[in-house]
Structure formats: C-alpha cells, structure tokens
C-alpha cells in the first residue's frame, strides 16, 4: 500500500486514544443531546463538555459519574465552586443518584461531592474518576491550587471537566485542559500550533510572557488541525441543535443590557474639567475617582427590583454598597471559605435578598433563576462578564433579564471591547461546533482486527 502525504499528515495529527467504556443503561431522564454528550464522554474516558449555562452539566456529570462508578467499583470525587455542592447533591437527589457532600476527606456515598479548596483532605487511590465543575474556574486560584487539581486527576484513570464554553482566545483554558486530562501540554499545545509575534530570543521568556496569552497567535495553516486536536478531546454545545436535536424546550428569556452614564462629580487632578479616560490606566483612575457616584447609581437602580445581585471590582466598593442596599449580604475575599460558602447559600435559596461581591468570587456555578436583575461594573473581562449574566440569564429562566451596566464615560471603551469579544466567541464557537460535529462524522478506529503479515516479512 503507497503511504500518500496526506496520509502521512494525518498520522502525524494530534488525536487522543479513546480511553473509556462502554456506557450501561444511560439514566432515562436526560435529553436526546444529554444523552449523545454523556455517551461520548464515557467512551472518552477522558474528555471535556464545554456546555453553555442551562445546558443540563450537573446531570451530565453526574451520569457520568454513576457510570464511572459501576465500571470501576471506586467512588468518583465531584469538585465544585464554593456553595454549589448543596445543589449538586439536590440534583443527585432528584435524578436517582447516591451524592453526599464532604468538607472533611470522608467517603460516605459513590459520588462524594466536595469543593476546590478542600482538595487536600483527599486520597487520588480512593477513587476511581473525577469531575471537575466548572473547570475554566481553575484559572482564578494560584498556582499552587491549580498545580493540585491537576496533580490529584493525573493519578486517576477517569476525567472529566464541565465548564460553559471557553473565552475567546484563551489558550490557556485550553492548554490547561488538555494538560489536565492526560494530553498535549500547555507549552506544548503552544509551540506546535501558535507564533508569538513579541517572542524574544529564548522560549524560556515567551513562555513566561503567555501567562495570559500575550503575543500569541495560531499560525497561519494551525486553524483547522487546531481546532480538530481540540475536538478530539472535548464537545461544546450552546443549544441543542449544535448536535442537531432541536431546540424547543431550550429558548433564553430576553435579555435588557442598559448602560448607565455616570459623570464625576470632580475633574482629574491638574485638569479644569473632566476629560474621558483613555487607556487602561486613566480607565482605572477614573473608576475611583467615581466609585461613590457609580455605587450610588447601582443601588438606586437595584433596589427597584425586589431582589438581585450588585457585581463589584474593588473592595470600596462592596463595602459600599453594602451599605447603601438594605438587607444586602456582602461577600468578600477575606471571608473564610465556610462564611463565604453559608453567604452565598443565604442569596441562592432566597433567604437573602441582596447579594454584594466580586465575580471573581460568585459567579460560577450557582443558579439564580429566582432573580432577574443585577448591576455590574464593566472590566475588560469577558469571562467575568460572561459568567455573571450566565448566573440569571439561563435556561430555565422564566422572566427577561435585566442588566444595569454601571460605567463612566471613558468606561464605554470597556464596554465596546467587551461586545468585541462577544462577537469573537460567537466566531470561535460556530468553527468549534463544526469541527466537533466533523469529528462526531468519523468512525472509531476498530484494533479487533487481525492483520495479514506478507511472508517474506514473517520469514
């Protein structure tokens, strides 16, 4: 047989081994897409579902689990962002399966349900998978956190990682993923399929400089093999018909964004009259030289609703706030994790009205469909952002969301930068899809079959 060059090529793609099973009995009540994504993921072994918020990740994940469970004999640990475990265990509830929460390393049901930071109190030998919750909010902790999750899920032999679909251009999402999973490397993933436009002389200081992907870009002829090697370790969906299910019972609610102009009350230093900022750091002078009038306009806007969320950056502000929103809880980063956790708890179940924080500390994994109005203070993040609105503006929300974005006129920069990131991670996700769609096309390659050796070779 002639090995042609585009044989070759393919030889030489970067494809992960499936390293699952074959899934027994999938619990009846999940979706027809629920039920593909979940099928792929046992099969995978190994795998990530990049599902958008409302998509149903937590009885995915928790199929996923059960099945991991019965194949192994082994309990699977399912970690989760502070103050989400309490739903996962309703949800396990709810669905049939066995899921206890534990703060303390005791194995008290199969799936053993447990927050990031208490990592430490656990065994990798005791279980047989783990469930990553909400994993791109991996990036939020140190180093060292993160060194420990990846460290704890390299020791076991099944993985998964649930989070909505990642940032755009956030390589290192990705890289980290990958890593985490048993495949390509971050520094890897990197030098094989990006260029660095401000790369230096060595490598050593451009890997360094990547720490948030700066100067880095897929090479020219990398954008499809990218996108098919992420492909070959993870699914993302963003509605149903992604996968080609349709979507009738999966339709958001309409979403009102109004941007709210706040004028100083005093010009700069060294200036007769106020002048917008322009770059980054007259941005951030000019949001404190602010805070008083934007924490203002955030709790007159909030307190009209009976109930909602006030997402801040700086400590000022919260603690302002705080003040000026009756009734409000307020969580902070000096908070301890319990506090932290019982805060959250109280405004997720409706006990408190108000909520006060960062999104840095609130905005992953908790659902807030009882609610529909918040008011938030723009930054340049679009994850943040993202994940924030997410908290309410989901599937399953019955009323239209309301968004007060508090800013400044220099601000507003913030804000078109932020629907230019919209707008290419709406890009990025339909290339996604389809090469994911491409990859679901393919047939797995069958071992089982016996090969005829020539004799001169046998001889």
Known sequence: MTLTYTDFLARKAQLANTGGFEPSALPGHLFDFQHALVDW????????????????????????????????????????????????VAEAEKFGHEAARSRTGA???????TNYEQLGKFDPADFGGVVCDESSILKSFDGVTRAAVTEFMR????????????????????????????GLGYTDMLTRFFTNKQ?????????????????????????????????????AIRKPSDYGFPDDRFHLPPLDVREVLVQASQPADGTLFDVPAAGLREEREEARRTLTERCEAAAAALLQS??????????????????????AVEVTGSDSAEAK?????????????YLVTKPAIGAWGLNWQHVNHMTYFPTHSYEQWYQAVRRMWRFGQARPVRVDAITT?????????????????????????????????????????????PAWLAS
């Open 341 to 353: 956790e019982e805060k959250l708890t109280a405004f997720t179940t409706g006990e408190a009205r």
């Open 41 to 88: 993921a046992v099969r995978e072994g190994r795998g990530a579902i990049f599902a958008d918020c409302g998509m149903g990740k937590t009885p995915m994940s928790l199929a996923w689990a059960d099945q991991v469970h019965h194949h192994t004999g082994k309990p699977v640990l399912f970690l989760t962002p502070l103050a989400v475990g309490y739903q996962i």
């Open 409 to 453: 006129p220099g601000g507003r920069n913030v804000l078109a930068n932020l629907q230019r990131k919209a707008d290419r991670a709406d890009a990025m996700f339909t290339a996604l899809a389809q090469h994911m769609n491409d990859a679901r096309a393919v047939d797995p390659h069958d071992y089982s079959t016996r090969i005829e050796v």
């Open 199 to 235: 790369r230096s002389n060595t490598s050593r200081s451009s890997f360094a400089a990547a720490g948030r992907d700066v100067g880095w870009r897929l090479k020219g002829h990398a954008d499809e093999p990218f996108w098919r090697w992420v492909a070959s370790w993870a699914r």
């Open 306 to 327: 009976e109930g909602g969320a006030a997402w801040c950056q700086l400590n000022d502000e919260s603690t302002l706030l705080a003040a000026l929103i009756p009734g």
């Open 155 to 182: 020791r076991t032999p099944y993985r998964l990682l649930a989070t909505a679909t990642a940032a755009p251009n956030d390589w290192t999402e990705l890289g980290t993923s990958s890593e985490a999973l048993g």
């Open 107 to 113: 194995i008290e049901a199969p799936i053993v349900v």
